[in-house]
Structure formats: structure tokens, C-alpha cells
Nanobody
Framework: QVQLVESGGGLVQAGGSLRLSCAAS????????MGWFRQAPGKEREFVAA????????LYADAVKGRFTISRVDAMNTVALQMHSLKPEDTAVYYC???????????????????WGQGTQVTVSS
């Protein structure tokens, strides 16, 4: 069982930056692929970024590539999402998720994730 708690959301102006963090419980954090997803009002949950167990491989949605960076610190059981050059269309609830699946199955698929956090709101004003 893994419990995930996100933090770092808030209100920021377009062009600004935010850093989201996700703290995980349990001693097996390093055995999970970690991902970030987001959901805007009236829209389906969408993939943002993922990082593999070793931290060597990452995957980003085209909409955030070059602006967002995912990282993990296994010693602290945390995964972060650094967001730069934020746009109003980045406004959403951001969710951290943990997957015990395999990277080749596609870390951008929500169905591959076993555990989800409660989400943190990010609002980007124009």
C-alpha cells in the first residue's frame, strides 16, 4: 500500500513557475514508476509526465515538453514536478500517481497506475 500526498499548488501568473511535490509513504517507493496527471474542469484526466524506477527515463506530454521537469529522490520518497512558463491552459488539479507496471506498457496510461494522491490545485491567471 502506498499513500501519496501532493503539495505546492497555488495561484500564479502566466509565465510564472511552480514546483509540485509528492510525498509517498512506505519503504518500496523506489519500486514504482511515478507519474503526474492533471484534470481541468469539464475535461478528462490527462497525462503530464512520468519517471521510471531508476530516474533515468522520463516521458512528457507534448503540451508540457520543455517547460516541465519531473524528478525523484528515492531517499526522501518524493517526486517533484517543476513547472516553468506556465500558461492559463495549465490550470487544473494535478495528481501524483504510482505504478507497479512496466515502462514498456506506457506510463502515460492512467490504467497502469495503482495509487493516486488527492490532488493539488494549480491556477494560472492571464
Amino acid at each position: 500500500q502506498v499513500q501519496l500526498v501532493e503539495s505546492g499548488g497555488g495561484l500564479v501568473q502566466a509565465g510564472g513557475s511552480l514546483r509540485l511535490s509528492c510525498a509517498a509513504s512506505g519503504r518500496t517507493f523506489s519500486s514504482y514508476i511515478m507519474g503526474w496527471f492533471r484534470q481541468a474542469p469539464g475535461k478528462e484526466r490527462e497525462f503530464v509526465a512520468a519517471i521510471d524506477r531508476s530516474g533515468a527515463s522520463t516521458l512528457y506530454a507534448d503540451a508540457v515538453k520543455g517547460r516541465f521537469t519531473i524528478s525523484r529522490v528515492d531517499a526522501m520518497n518524493t517526486v517533484a514536478l517543476q513547472m516553468h512558463s506556465l500558461k492559463p491552459e495549465d490550470t487544473a488539479v494535478y495528481y501524483c500517481a504510482a505504478s507497479s507496471s512496466w515502462w514498456y506498457r506506457g506510463p502515460q496510461q492512467p490504467r497502469e497506475y495503482n495509487y493516486w494522491g488527492q490532488g493539488t490545485q494549480v491556477t494560472v491567471s492571464s
